[in-house]
């Protein structure tokens, strides 16, 4: 059974920075993505950042670009998210989601098959 668990969410100030964490347990995909996810108060869950364990590509919204960054530990099955500079707008809890998709070239995949849980994330003075 595929397990997902999220970590690192917090209070932080505008201009800070939080690692996010997600530990998967219990994969048995030959190759699959890891996407963080997030969904603020009244939004909808929109895609934030993407890893592949296949082709080791990446991507990221926009809105991240250049102030997030996405990254894995084979060894211990967890996925990062690095995220410096938070604005107020990053507010929202991010969740990790896995699917048996080759690449993440070409923008996020929606049909992912596990998510976890979430994690909490305020940028705030």
């Known amino acids: 059974q595929v397990h997902l668990v999220e970590s690192g969410g917090g209070l932080v100030q505008p201009g800070g920075s939080l690692r996010l964490s997600c530990a998967a347990s219990?994969?048995?995909?030959?190759?699959?993505?890891i996407d963080w996810f997030r969904q603020a108060p009244g939004k909808e869950r929109e895609g934030v950042s993407c890893?592949?364990?296949?082709?080791?590509?990446?991507y990221y919204v926009d809105s991240v670009e250049g102030r997030f960054t996405i990254s894995r530990d084979i060894a211990k099955n967890t996925v990062y998210l690095q995220m410096d500079n938070l604005k107020p707008e990053d507010t929202a809890v991010y969740y990790c989601?896995?699917?048996?998709?080759?690449?993440?070239?070409?923008?996020?995949?929606?049909?992912?098959?596990?998510w976890g849980k979430g994690t909490l994330v305020t940028v705030s003075s």
């Open positions: 989601a896995v699917a048996e998709e080759p690449t993440c070239v070409g923008g996020f995949y929606f049909g992912m098959d596990h």
């Open positions: 219990g994969l048995t995909y030959d190759y699959y993505i």
């Open positions: 890893i592949s364990s296949a082709d080791g590509s990446t």
